[in-house]
């Protein structure tokens, strides 16, 4: 069945260190890939997408190519701030679902002054 | 635009008793989402609605959760009668219809807690 795996947290680092927070799939079809956000006392709020093999999604200074040889969407940041720490979910959807998300088990960021 | 929004925010009960949340999804958004994201864990899909009509109950223990979406606008979700495993956060999400390309947006959640 469609599944995602994230690595597990918390991912703790310094203000402006290099983040990566790694995701992974199993999917049957051609999934649409997903990063959601959500901040302390907040709902999801989708961060980025990609829709097909080698797009790149990004926003807000993070990014996640989609990569089907290693059916991989690993989230990165060059520079992370205080505010980036929440926690982070990778997800997937394919048209086979009736678009509903599945989602991995998410991956908490706390960034220290 | 208003987000999707939920009630109560928060909310205690003892376990065998009964509970229901309201969500009130954007203005226009046809299709609506129920989660369930238990603590340490990703949301996980209960019930969805393509207006006023169940798309997807699967994952949904229909012998005490259910849910209604009169009108094709507003939705409940009701717990009768709730276990401790049931503590969670239930989310509500809402999209336009579509399959692939939409993107869901969340209400704020109601935090569960059954003692």
């Known amino acids: 069945g469609n599944s995602v795996t994230q690595m597990e947290g918390p991912v703790t680092l310094s203000e402006e260190a290099f983040l990566t927070i790694n995701c992974t799939y199993t999917?049957?079809?051609?999934?649409?890939l997903f990063w959601y956000v959500q901040y302390p006392g907040e709902g999801l709020q989708l961060l980025l997408k990609?829709?097909?093999?080698?797009d790149k999604g990004s926003n807000k200074g993070f990014e996640a190519t989609y990569r089907k040889e290693t059916t991989s969407f690993h989230l990165e940041k060059g520079s992370v701030q205080v505010s980036d720490s929440a926690v982070y979910f990778c997800?997937?959807?394919?048209?086979?679902?009736?678009?509903?998300?599945?989602f991995g088990q998410g991956t908490t960021l706390q960034v220290k002054p | 635009e208003a987000g999707v929004a939920q009630s109560p925010r928060y909310k205690i009960i003892e376990k065998r008793q009964s509970v229901a949340f309201w969500c009130n999804p954007i203005?226009?958004?046809?299709?609506l989402y129920w989660y369930q994201q238990i603590l340490g864990q990703g949301p996980k899909l209960l019930i969805q609605f393509q207006n006023n009509g169940v798309v997807d109950d699967s994952q949904l223990p229909k012998d005490r959760f259910s849910a209604e979406r009169l009108k094709g606008v507003d939705s409940t979700l009701k717990i009768q009668p709730a276990k401790l495993e049931d503590s969670a956060v239930y989310l509500c999400?809402?999209?336009?219809?579509?399959?692939?390309?939409?993107?869901?947006?969340f209400g704020p959640g109601t935090r569960l807690t059954v003692l």
């Open positions: 997800a997937l959807r394919t048209l086979s679902n009736t678009g509903k998300l599945i």
């Open positions: 999917a049957t079809g051609y999934p649409s």
């Open positions: 203005s226009g958004h046809a299709t």
């Open positions: 990609a829709t097909k093999a080698d």
């Open positions: 999400a809402s999209s336009t219809p579509g399959l692939a390309l939409n993107t869901q947006y």
